[in-house]
């Protein structure tokens, strides 16, 4: 089991029956330990052995994290085997018993007797899981749909890493009373694991409390700023659309359902997460974000566990993880099927295309900092977003792994080129947006990438970004290669050599841009102690509040509309919500 489990944390695989049976072994004896674990620690607390409530303490957090591996494991290996399904119905069953979600409550508070609130809490949640799964156990009695699919698994990967093309169906449209069933369960087990989150936290020293406490906050004003909008189509989605349009334009209405009910974009993941290629996103690390759960697994500008019980806001983080996982998903499967269509395919060609993927959706790779993202967003705005741009404008996706060796240059050639071909889409559809747009509303556009006005619509003092964060990303570079700026005058400043008293060098062009991609906290920090933003703005208490409440896209509503009318203005703010860059410029500023 342990060779088995080894090879498959390193090389993640479909499993056949057998090896599908060790796992299912291996993760009930792990449960099974877990449970003995909880209790063990909810007895030495009872007897006053405060030594073994520290060593069980350090046992159960130890299971729990194999418990964790095992399932992304099993996750990973994505098999629909009969045998698969009874394994893990069975363990779906152990974990949600009174007994094990009292224990697991004690645990998750240090082995602590539950208080008489507490005691109730949980007996109403285990009231709840149950009946939800009656109910869904009923239904799928009824229509037939509980039964493990007759089709073969999806086959192990063969000599050279080569994916068999398989077997399995797309699975069908199941029943509406199946995914409602499925969905009010899915709720109830969330309820749960909320109460234990929030017993862990009051749990904590007074210390850890008060700085998770600041930690949310900060998250919450992060997505105050990027809420009530749906600027995952035209920012993350931007280059998408450059290049494949019809796959964004058919997110866009499961996007729209989403954000007013979350049953409906329970049912859009679940069908995404019943796809056959569903186990070849998960080997391939293609990044399907959720909402809700994990704040890492969230998109960056909606990570924020508070967020979630506000309903304008949770509806916002629905509506952007629906978007660019639908999104997401059926580029993968478009560029799969070319590639199927040439030869087998394997691991590492579907490693190149999702990186691409996540890549041009804004989930850049940050290697072995990825798990670092989450608490770096407290600082940075949206670091793998930040990292997103910069890779894709230094062709990241054409050597993705050769470096780290993960793919080498000949597995991966297919997919480079592919990679190759869709980069060359890009630069079509940005030819050709560029020129319709300035034959048709006659915006002139600045050339010199030194500018910060490089690339932008300009209308006056209106001024467009249109390339989803690809512009501030280019001209950070072209500045630091050049050694030059070009302010919003049109005069070229040497940053670095000799650099005219009282203008910007080397040194101040990092710290601004750095100062743009910080989160709101930290930036209205940094704001006030120097006097200025990035953009040369007088700081002031009314300007910081408005940075710290106000959602990005209607803060230059107000001189949008005054320097375009109403018309044109509702226009551009239309634009705005739905993540285009819109802003009025003072051109008499030096940038």
Do not use: C
Not at 91 to 96: A, E, L, P
Not at 138 to 148: I, M, P, T
Not at 152 to 172: E, F, I, Q, S, V
């Amino acid at each position: 089991q342990d060779r088995l489990l080894a090879e498959l944390r390193e090389k993640p695989r479909a499993i056949n029956d057998v090896e599908d049976a060790l796992v299912a072994h291996r993760q009930v004896d792990l449960q099974n330990e877990y449970g003995k674990a909880t209790r063990d620690l909810a007895q030495a607390f009872d007897d006053g052995r405060m030594e073994a409530v520290q060593a069980e303490k350090a046992r159960v957090a130890d299971l729990s994290d194999q418990l964790l591996d095992i399932y992304e494991i099993g996750k990973k290996a994505g098999t629909e085997t009969g045998r698969g399904l009874a394994a893990r119905r069975m363990i779906v069953n152990q974990d949600f018993t009174l007994g094990s979600m009292v224990t697991e409550r004690r645990a998750a508070q240090g082995g602590k007797r539950l208080s008489e609130k507490q005691q109730v809490e949980t007996e109403e949640s285990f009231k709840e899981i149950a009946e939800a799964k009656e109910k869904l156990e009923k239904v799928l009695a009824k229509s037939g749909e509980g039964k493990a699919p007759e089709e073969a698994p999806a086959p192990a990967t063969g000599k050279g890493g080569k994916l068999g093309a398989g077997t399995r169906k797309a699975p069908k449209k199941p029943a509406p009373e199946v995914v409602d069933a499925e969905f009010q369960l899915d709720k109830a087990k969330k309820k749960w694991a909320g109460k234990l989150d929030k017993t862990t936290q009051d749990a904590l020293p007074t210390t850890s409390q008060i700085l998770g406490k600041l930690l949310k906050t900060g998250r919450l004003i992060r997505t105050f700023r990027t809420g009530l909008d749906l600027s995952a189509v035209l920012r993350q989605g931007k280059l998408a659309w450059l290049t494949r349009p019809s796959i964004p334009a058919k997110a866009v209405w499961p996007m729209l359902k989403s954000a007013v009910s979350e049953k409906e974009a329970f049912a859009i993941d679940r069908e995404i997460r019943s796809r056959e290629n569903f186990p070849r996103y998960e080997r391939a690390k293609l990044e399907l974000t959720e909402h809700g759960k994990s704040l890492t697994k969230m998109e960056e500008p909606h990570q924020s566990e508070l967020a979630e019980s506000i309903p304008v806001f949770s509806g916002s983080q629905r509506a952007y993880s629906t978007f660019l996982n639908r999104v997401r998903a059926d580029l993968f499967d478009v560029f799969a099927a070319t590639l199927d269509a040439r030869e087998a395919p394997t691991l590492a060609k579907d490693r190149v295309i999702a990186n691409y993927i996540n890549v041009i959706t804004g989930r850049g790779d940050l290697g072995k900092f990825n798990a670092a993202a989450e608490p770096m967003s407290f600082i940075f705005f949206a670091p793998r977003f930040v990292a997103s741009r910069f890779q894709a404008l230094l062709g990241q996706p054409l050597y993705y792994g050769t470096l780290s060796g993960k793919v080498g240059w000949r597995e991966g050639a297919q997919a480079r080129k592919l990679v190759a071909s869709e980069y060359a889409r890009l630069l079509l559809g940005i030819s050709a947006f560029y020129g319709a747009t300035t034959l048709f509303t006659g915006a002139t556009i600045e050339t010199d990438p030194r500018s910060s006005d490089f690339g932008k619509l300009k209308f006056g003092k209106t001024r467009i970004d249109p390339m989803a964060g690809l512009i501030q990303s280019t001209v950070f570079l072209s500045r630091m290669a050049s050694g030059k700026t070009k302010n919003l005058r049109g005069k070229v400043i040497p940053i670095s050599g000799k650099v005219p008293y009282g203008s910007r060098n080397v040194w101040n062009v990092i710290t601004d841009f750095g100062r743009m991609k910080l989160a709101p906290v930290p930036s209205a920090i940094i704001n006030a102690r120097s006097g200025t933003d990035p953009g040369g703005n007088k700081v002031t208490p009314g300007s910081t509040l408005l940075n710290l409440t106000v959602p990005i896209s209607y803060q230059d509503i107000f001189d949008v509309m005054e320097e375009n009318g109403v018309e044109a203005g509702t226009a551009l703010q239309i634009l705005s919500v739905f993540g285009e860059g819109v802003s009025v410029y003072d051109d008499r500023k030096k940038r």
